[in-house]
């Protein structure tokens, strides 16, 4: 086995000189996901850098917003005054995933960058180009059911799995990042690369990069807004199906819409064909209905996910019918 | 490296590997703690960090040094049980009894997340302050915790009786 070292930063210089920008370090949040993947010896890191220590404040930008440190905890976040007031989609993201005790556990710098829970990710057995490159997909002709049917590619069809990021995509959140070339924001929805030939290739981010803070921009009408996820129990499940969705509507029309994805798409998915669909458009269920089939038109079902199309159109008909 | 354990002060050299389970359980020899799926699924190993819940089996233990650490170990005795103890007996909140050291540590935690006002998916009003204590929101909250005996119908009794039990004292106190 290989040696394991663990070192702890406190703050993004110590953080970014301990990891070194070496293909062995590894950022450790509350490896609700890292010590697992360890443990399955998927990841085998010689040096964690344990970055819990950095900032764990929320506090308010000057332009309305709301700056999150990567150190804040699942639960933290989605306990925050100004989230569940002015952003509850993002309060009911979060509380839809995982436990009670995993969210009391896990940071949002390590939600952002958690990985597929494709089975066959998680089983050396099998291909998975994303583990192992070149080697093939055993997803693609086998048990499906939970896998992507938007952004994928011949090379892979994993989703990504985090509750969390369908709100903060759907939010035009802002991710903070410190590397060895100095800081640099981006937007979320950049920082997932699609898996097109390289799955394993996930971000954007550069080696030994580190996700400093999100911010999420003031956006008022989010006020209404929610997150709605189909799982197969009720409860402690991944997503088949989610819907995140802010509405705008003033005397029956709708001003504006946010619309976010999860369960169904390689990674977090900003819904913007049916916000387009919809927008100056009554608020109407034949409109969400409308909205719902622009998004899904390029749906690329695999044998045993077909179901998600249709589930995921219903689903946003229902989650902006809510809001309407 | 120094954990305090159940409010003792103890030192032990792990591997950087080690779980805060592992840790517990066979450097400590605390077994109360259990190891069900060893992969954050079951809830078996729920412990408490500073009052907060989490599943040791994906804590590396070398994160928690110094950090106030309680196990069902340090929660109550056979001569001196914990309320929630005694009610799981009354309510019949087991069978097995695998599950059970995860299940009180967890509800105990959750207990306080609904007392300072923590919203869960199921809580239709995000704003407010005071959060009901009804049976769906118990379920919601403790769906970290899997029994394979199905002992679910007691759990919730022996939660929401001794939940109930402590209210009323305070509000006898506040009178
Ligand atoms: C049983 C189970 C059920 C779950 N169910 C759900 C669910 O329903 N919905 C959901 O959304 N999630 C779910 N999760 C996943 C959970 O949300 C993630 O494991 C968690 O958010 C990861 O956060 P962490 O801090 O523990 O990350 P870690 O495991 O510590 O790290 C994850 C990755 O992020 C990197 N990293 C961490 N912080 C930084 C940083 N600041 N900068 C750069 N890189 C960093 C690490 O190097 C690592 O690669 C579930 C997990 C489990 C075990
Ligand atoms: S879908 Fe992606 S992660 Fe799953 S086996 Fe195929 S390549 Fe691997
Ligand atoms: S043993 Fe930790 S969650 Fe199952
Ligand atoms: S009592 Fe047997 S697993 Fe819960």
């Known amino acids: 086995m290989i040696e394991l070292r663990y070192e702890k930063a406190v703050d993004p210089a110590s953080a970014m000189q301990l990891h070194g920008g070496r293909g062995t370090a590894r950022y450790l949040g509350g490896g609700t996901n890292l010590v697992d993947l360890m443990r399955e010896e998927i990841e085998q890191p010689g040096l964690v850098v344990d970055v819990t220590g950095l900032s764990g404040d929320i506090r308010e930008t000057d332009g309305g917003g709301l700056l999150i440190g990567a150190g804040v905890k699942n639960t933290a976040l989605a306990e925050h005054r100004a989230v569940r007031a002015r952003y509850p989609l993002l309060s009911r993201a979060i509380l839809s995933g995982a436990s009670g005790q995993i969210r009391n556990m896990a940071t949002v710098g390590g939600n952002i960058l958690q990985r597929t829970r494709c089975y066959y990710f998680y089983d050396d057995a099998a291909r998975c180009n994303k583990r192992s490159p070149e080697s093939g997909c055993d997803a693609i002709d086998g048990f499906n059911r939970i896998h992507a049917v938007l952004g994928t590619s011949p090379a892979c069809v994993a989703t990504h799995p985090s509750d969390m990021c369908v709100a903060l995509v759907a939010l035009d959140a802002v991710v903070h990042l410190q590397g060895a070339s100095g800081a640099r924001a981006i937007p979320l929805t950049d920082l997932h690369r699609l898996p097109d030939g390289h799955p394993e290739i996930e971000t954007v981010l550069e080696p030994g990069e580190l996700i400093t803070a999100i911010e999420i921009p003031n956006l008022p009408f989010a006020a209404r807004s929610t997150y709605r996820k189909v799982r197969d129990r009720a409860s402690y499940a991944f997503a088949l199906v989610s819907v995140a969705a802010a509405l705008d509507v003033e005397h029956g029309i709708v001003r504006d819409a946010r619309i976010g994805l999860g369960g169904v798409a390689t990674k977090p998915w900003r819904a913007r064909a049916a916000e387009r669909a919809v927008v100056g458009k009554a608020a109407t269920e034949a409109n969400f209905r409308a909205a719902a089939e622009a998004e899904l038109e390029n749906a690329s079902p695999l044998s045993g996910n077909g179901f998600k199309i249709e589930l995921a159109k219903r689903t946003i008909v229902h989650t902006l019918g809510e809001l309407a | ?175």
């Open chain 2, 1 to 175: 490296m120094r954990f305090i354990i159940n409010e003792h002060s103890i030192e032990a050299d792990v591997d950087v590997r080690t779980s805060l389970l592992d840790l517990l359980r066979d450097h400590l020899g605390l077994t109360g703690t259990k190891k069900g799926c060893n992969q954050g699924a079951c809830g078996a190993c729920t412990v408490l960090v500073d009052g907060e819940r989490i599943n040791s089996c994906l804590a590396l233990a070398v994160q928690y040094q110094d950090r106030e650490i309680l196990t069902i170990e340090g929660l109550g005795t056979i001569g001196d049980l914990h309320p929630l103890q005694a009610a799981f007996i009354e309510y019949d909140g087991f069978q097995c009894g695998y599950c059970t050291p995860g299940q009180i540590c967890s509800a105990v935690a959750m207990i306080g997340e609904i007392r300072r006002g923590l919203p869960s998916a199921l809580t239709e009003d995000l704003a407010l302050e005071q959060i009901g204590f009804s049976e769906d929101e118990i379920r919601e909250r403790m769906s970290g915790n899997l029994c394979r005996c199905g002992a679910y119908n007691g759990i919730i009794e022996a939660i929401r009786a001794t939940y109930a039990e402590e209210s009323a004292q305070e509000r006898e106190a506040a009178a």
